[in-house]
């Protein structure tokens, strides 16, 4: 589930805007500040899994390793101290909280349908949608899926099986496309954007 949700936020921009409203760990003396994503990452999973106090948030954390993967933190580094959260959670403004939500819904709003997604990489590629679901291997529609998959998995929060499913391919040939697209993706990065924004 996290990973899905990872997938679906874009946790970039909400990490640009906490960094403009949150100013700490600018002291070249103490400890490491703990970065500001990952603290409201802590709040969120409080919040998701009805957690009822900070102490015991910390021990949550210190005792799921999904919670940990989802936060950043290393399995054998320990969770911020429940005092750590109470300070981020009175340090943070509501203007903050409230304009990081509203970036959040904006993200979900622009969130492209798979037909939707392959009908504008066929568009884009000069290809008809129906040559990129049908079993043509050529070489142009082999990389229009691979591009499609790649941008509905890992930019899109799409999971290989629904990919898959509106491709009309095999998991495991979708999971194929999605390392091909990202090699033909890293080559053209202007393309990831023209396609998805």
Known sequence: MMNKISKLISWKNIEALLLEYYEVGTSKEGADAYPPLMLLKCLL????????????????????????????????????????????????????????????????????????????VASYLDLKKETIISSSRKKRISEARGIIC?????????STSEVAHALDVRRVSAGQCVTRGKKILDKSRNLRDKLIN
């Open 45 to 120: 999973l409080q919040k998701w899994f009805h957690i009822p106090s900070d102490p015991e948030l910390e021990n949550q954390i210190n005792d799921r390793i999904s919670f940990k993967k989802f936060l950043g933190i290393s399995i054998d580094k320990p969770s911020p101290d429940h005092s750590t959260f109470s300070r981020f959670r009175s340090r943070l403004s509501k203007e903050a909280l409230m304009k990081a939500g509203e970036d959040w819904e904006k993200g979900k709003e622009k969130k492209l349908s798979l037909a939707q997604l392959i009908a504008k």
């Open 150 to 158: 790649y941008l509905a998995v890992n930019d899109m929060g799409y």
